[in-house]
């Protein structure tokens, strides 16, 4: 069983920046596969970003290249999602996810775990 906790949400600006990050209490990190999600009212959870176990690679949607990056620390069992240059769009319940199994990083139904989602506001 794998337990994700989110923290770093909050209220900004439009054109600043926030850091999420995502803590997974497990005996073992590496072997997970780790994504973010986000879910704005109204709308489908949608993939924000990925990163293999080993962190050698990474995946993101069209909409946040350039802007946020996704990156790990397996010592820490955490990964994080650094967002700069946000915009209102950008405002949701943003989720932290993991998955041992291998296929479509950007489909929530290849991730088996969930944390509880932090609140991203992004205000004009």
């Known amino acids: 069983q794998v337990q994700l906790v989110e923290s770093g949400g909050g209220l900004v600006q439009a054109g600043g920046s926030l850091r999420l990050s995502c803590v997974a209490s497990?005996?073992?990190?590496?072997?997970?596969?780790m994504g973010w999600f986000r879910q704005a009212p109204g709308k489908e959870r949608e993939f924000v970003a990925a990163i293999r176990w080993s962190g050698g690679r990474t995946y993101s949607a069209d909409s946040v290249k350039g802007r946020f990056t996704i990156s790990r620390t397996n010592g820490r069992n955490a990964v994080d999602l650094q967002m700069n240059s946000l915009k209102t769009e950008d405002t949701a319940v943003y989720y932290c996810?993991?998955?041992?199994?291998?296929?479509?990083?950007?489909?929530?139904?290849?991730?088996?775990?969930w944390g509880q989602g932090t609140q991203v506001t992004v205000s004009s």
């Open positions: 996810a993991a998955t041992r199994g291998a296929g479509d990083y950007t489909q929530p139904r290849l991730y088996n775990y």
């Open positions: 497990v005996r073992t990190f590496t072997p997970y596969d």
